[in-house]
């Protein structure tokens, strides 16, 4: 779903030009100020953490850990519950405007929602690596089915099993957590598109 409302949204010829700027404007000044207001010796390394994420799971606080289940149960409300308008909004804002959904505020909670659970998963994965941890469950999905609906549950499922796989493997090999996630989303990718390439002869 995150994938499909990037295209919808992020990709108008308005906003293309300005996200590139945003993204590494922003990248800039936060290294900027990790510089100025560092509290600690070793800056590489927490330049490092921040934009390919942690080494290792075990650096989590247990505050992290159940904020992640809060917000992912969060996120499994909004989606049943907000089906429908969710739909609407994200393929057509203008038709959904015009039907009496109130386009704008699920628009919002839609840019809140996908901006919280990216700063959730910035500490695991990084700021550069979450992008690929959004993005590939979703063009997974888009290889095998064509609905909506199945697209967003397939992409929600691919994306646990992706987590769960890149977290064990990492445990077991001393790879990083991050880097791990996303090969293994990589190596799915790869199999959900030969599948439905062979699917669709």
Not at 59 to 81: I, M
Not at 157 to 162: G, P, S
Request: hydrophobic residues 60%; contains cysteine.
């Amino acid at each position: 779903m995150n994938e499909i409302f990037s295209f919808f949204h992020i990709s108008q010829p308005k906003q293309k030009n300005k996200m590139p700027m945003l993204s590494v404007g922003a990248l800039a000044i936060g290294y900027l100020l990790m510089n100025v207001f560092s509290t600690s010796s070793n800056l590489s390394g927490d330049v490092c953490s921040t934009l390919f994420g942690s080494t290792s799971i075990l650096t989590l606080t247990k505050t992290e850990v159940w904020l992640c289940v809060v917000l992912s149960a969060v996120v499994v409300f909004l989606y049943f519950f907000f089906y429908h308008k969710i739909f609407s909004v994200t393929f057509d804002e203008s038709f959904a405007a015009a039907t009496g959904i109130r386009a704008k505020g699920y628009n919002l909670l839609l840019a809140v929602v996908t901006a919280v659970v990216i700063v959730m998963a910035m500490n695991l994965v990084g700021s550069l690596l979450i992008s690929a941890l959004v993005t590939f469950p979703a063009m997974s999905a888009m290889r095998l089915f064509r609905s909506f609906r199945s697209v967003t549950l397939c992409a929600a499922l691919l994306a646990v099993f992706c987590a769960a796989a890149g977290i064990l493997i990492a445990i077991l090999a001393g790879t990083p957590v991050g880097s791990t996630i996303v090969a293994v989303e990589i190596l799915l990718f790869a199999l959900c598109s030969l599948l439905g390439w062979a699917v669709r002869r």
